[in-house]
């Protein structure tokens, strides 16, 4: 069995973005790209619902790109305790109400024992100054705390 990652919304949406002029995000598209051609056979990926519910917005052709790469990927469930969880990591963890997404986010990939969370989403998921709190909550939830990073951390040769 190969180490499980929960794919957020922002590496689909790098995925099939057009390749942007700003150059930082254009590095991430690539390294994106490149983790995806170069990397994901070392996983077994996942999303969930939100993740789709979210792909499916915006541009109705880059949004039909989106749902292409996510309808290979095994659905997890959201469940009561993908809530609950969800819900400590905003009243009793670091992430502002404004971040609830994010949280639901999070929440499933501990519920579901993921061993990854890959996502560009630095401010409120691949943060490490929330990385302790964030793991405090989940782990007073019961749960283990999956490794919150981005593509260009989850290499494996």
Known sequence: MLPGVYIETTIVSYLTARPS????????????????????????????QPVVDEAAQGDADAARERMKILSSLPLLDVTESVFVVADRLLKEGPMPKKAALDAVHIAIAAVHGMDYLLTWNCRHIANAA????????????????????????????
């Open 21 to 48: 002029r700003d150059i930082v995000l254009a590095a991430h598209q690539q390294i994106t790209d490149e983790w995806w051609r170069d990397q994901r056979g070392h996983f077994d990926l996942y999303t969930a």
């Open 130 to 157: 929330m990385r302790n709190k964030i793991g405090t909550v989940i782990r007073s939830s019961g749960y283990e705390v999956p490794v919150l990073c981005t593509p260009e951390e989850l290499i494996e040769d």
